[in-house]
């Protein structure tokens, strides 16, 4: 009775029903190794630990934080985009700390956007970008990612008359762990400016990356008619704390302080400490955690070559994005998978239609669970058996 349709317009997540498979394969007693959800297992920066738990102790992080007292972190956040990309960052006008990139998008979106402008959206792509548009009632276009482009949409072939208010893009991408080089991001940049669209690059996985390739920032291309969402969530292993920031476009970074200016405080002061240091810390270190996720894809890949899955060799990101032979209901197959063998996947199907035929595995275990997953799965039935019928009640 009380949900608006706002409200109602935000999609159920696939993964509530998810988390009920996994709840009866448990009550069946079964050994449960979770792959679904992306959250870093782990440790933050033991700097970043430190700062926060002394700023627990330091009664001048109690009260509400100001824009003022977001300065140190915006001041990192723009050293931390000069250091790593070259991208010069005016720290007064052209940043803005996060409580997060989930939230960060959402209230850019409100604050960019009127009901029933025009988003093009990747297909598949991160859910919660979809309940972000229908919570700011935008007409969404969607922009199909295929494998046979490398996952990288095709600008030039959308309609010449399109003129989408925002195009919203992800790399290295969740879920398909493509990549982007910075010619790509140019490119973008320019066909948004255009017809005047908005970039919105959400760039969670930029140091999450593998061997010799770095990832590129969009704000590469100049902040203007850019806005790059940065998350402390992967890069630094805090999800659970809730912090990141959003970079570029001095008028749309405006336009978001205002908007969360009337939800938000920004993040607690100590959280605003950890990630001051955490963005200082040597670049070498963030990617030492990198190492570990490229260990387990490592691990995984052969693993599912063997039964002969297609996947793509990934050099980001903290996912294997598999193509399943034969798959055609990834939603009905993961809830399977997860009942029988306790194995959580993300079925394809839950990113968009486009990801229908795939399964995500988010590398969140050691190498050894990895491969032990794969083996249960050799034992389920890509399709589920017909139902026998009832010949007494024919
Ligand atoms: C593409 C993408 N954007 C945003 C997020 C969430 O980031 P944050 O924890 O900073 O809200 C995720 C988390 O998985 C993600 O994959």
Not at 5 to 10: D, E, I, T
Not at 167 to 193: G, H, I, K, M, Q
Not at 298 to 303: C, F, G, N
Request: charged share 20%.
């Amino acid at each position: 009775m009380w949900a608006s349709q706002r409200a109602q317009g935000v999609p159920t997540s696939v993964f509530s029903l998810m988390d009920a498979a996994l709840g009866r394969a448990r009550a069946a007693g079964l050994n449960v190794i979770d792959l679904s959800i992306g959250s870093s297992d782990l440790a933050p920066p033991v700097q970043a630990l430190d700062a926060l738990r002394d700023a627990t102790h330091d009664p001048s992080s109690y009260r509400y934080p100001l824009f003022s007292d977001t300065r140190p972190l915006r001041e990192a956040a723009a050293a931390y985009l000069g250091r790593r990309f070259g991208v010069q960052i005016d720290a007064e006008r052209e940043v803005l700390p996060l409580i997060g990139a989930q939230e960060g998008l959402a209230h850019l979106l409100l604050a960019v956007t009127d009901p029933g402008d025009t988003l093009l959206l990747p297909d598949p792509c991160y859910p919660p970008y979809l309940g972000a548009a229908a919570v700011a009632g935008l007409n969404v276009i969607p922009l199909p990612l295929l494998p046979e482009r490398g996952f990288l949409p095709d600008l030039e072939s959308l309609p010449a008359d399109l003129r989408p208010r925002v195009l919203l893009l992800n790399y290295p991408n969740n879920p398909t762990s493509a990549v982007a080089d910075a010619a790509f991001f140019a490119e973008a940049a320019a066909w948004c400016r255009a017809r005047g669209t908005l970039l919105i690059h959400d760039h969670p996985y930029a140091e999450l990356t593998f061997g010799d390739y770095h990832a590129p920032s969009a704000l590469e291309a100049g902040p203007d008619g850019i806005v790059e969402l940065h998350s402390l969530s992967k890069t630094h292993h805090m999800g659970g704390f809730r912090v990141g920031f959003a970079a570029g476009d001095a008028g749309a970074i405006a336009a978001l302080g205002r908007v969360k200016g009337a939800v938000d405080f920004h993040p607690y002061l100590g959280i605003q400490r950890a990630a001051t240091v955490a963005l200082g810390l040597p670049d070498h270190l963030g990617r030492e955690g990198a190492k570990v996720f490229q260990e387990r894809r490592d691990a995984l890949l052969p693993a599912l070559r063997e039964m002969g899955w297609g996947v793509q060799t990934p050099q980001a990101s903290m996912y294997l994005w598999a193509r399943v032979p034969g798959l055609t209901d990834s939603v009905a197959y993961a809830v399977r998978v997860a009942e029988t063998t306790g194995v959580a996947l993300s079925p394809g199907r839950a990113f968009g239609p486009g990801g229908e035929g795939f399964v995500r595995f988010a590398l969140v275990q050691p190498p050894g669970v990895l491969v032990e997953a794969a083996g249960r799965l050799g034992e389920v039935e890509l399709t589920a058996p017909a139902p026998v019928l009832n010949q007494t009640h024919s």
